[in-house]
């Protein structure tokens, strides 16, 4: 017998082949999505980690709280990549929605071993700028390894306006400062394989490094499935999440001609150039050129936003 519970909201903490788990203010409840919303637009994941909810759940034999979702509400940002065409099984391009509602994105690389790679960090923050993020933080780790050459890399970043921590999981170095940033947010906490995220959520709070990576080791396997992915709750308040396939990550949406407001420092330059659709790769009387010759933008970070430029073109259809 069930013992239907009054309707109520929540956030999607989980997602797995089709169930939700919903935490409202008291409970966690398993859930499916109500029929009607199936039929919603596929080109996209109906419901995912993040998302708010109204949840209609009864109480089974054994007190376990089960529910349908019956809508989902409005999201007011969301960190996208374009979904692989392995796991969409075509070629067609398709929006892959990581997180929902998030509060904040985290980018995490390590000082050395290996050392950060600009343009993959730059397709991250071109990601969250997309996403309208207003909190986007770098993080390096191994910060007690840090190299000249990788100090003046990240100060570039400093110098256009993105927070920066350095930090050291094996030192202890600025793992309060991390704890701290994170409380009280809803975060995606990712970036590549090696730089240490495991080991420095396990200096935030014991054991949290391991249960992300079992989340991500289990999403990792097959290609076909549902994509999954988890927010672990934070004993000082909010969540985290790391979501499977982000590394790879293509920007979703992103048209070619936008692709400049998207590099902080180029904005003030881009009203100046000779021509209102500047591509600023090789223009005459480009702004955005000139202040890359007088040292005012960083060459590294406009060799990003020229490769990933010329890219967008090559794939974008008029």
Known sequence: MLLKQPDQTGLVVKTHSGFYTVQTDSHLIIC?????????????????????????????????????ITSILPRERVLSRVEPSA????STEREQVLIANLDQAVFVFAAAKPSPNPRTL?????????????????????????????????????QVGYPVLHVSAAQGIGIEALREQLSGQISIFTGPSGVGKSSLLNAIQPGL?????????????????????????????GYVADTPGIRTLAPWDVEPHELDGYFREFRPY?????????????????????????????PIRYDSYSRLRVQLEEEYVY
């Open 32 to 68: 499916q999505l109500r029929g009607t919303l199936k039929q919603a637009n596929k080109k996209t994941e109906l419901c995912v980690i993040g998302d708010r909810v109204t949840v209609e759940a009864a109480a089974d034999s054994t007190s376990t709280l089960r529910g349908t």
């Open 87 to 90: 796991y969409a099984g075509t």
């Open 209 to 237: 490094g391991q249960a992300i990576g079992a989340v991500s080791e289990k999403l990792t396997k097959g290609k076909h499935t549902t994509v999954n992915a988890e927010l672990i709750p934070l004993q000082a308040g």
């Open 122 to 158: 730059d397709r991250f923050l071109v990601a969250a700028e997309k996403a309208e993020i207003s909190s986007i933080v770098i993080v390096i780790n191994k910060a007690d390894i840090a190299t000249d050459e990788t100090r003046e890399l990240i100060a570039i970043y400093e």
């Open 270 to 298: 881009v009203s100046e150039c000779g021509f209102s659709d500047c591509t600023h790769l090789n223009e005459p009387g480009c702004a955005v050129i000139a202040a890359v010759e007088r040292g005012e933008i960083s």
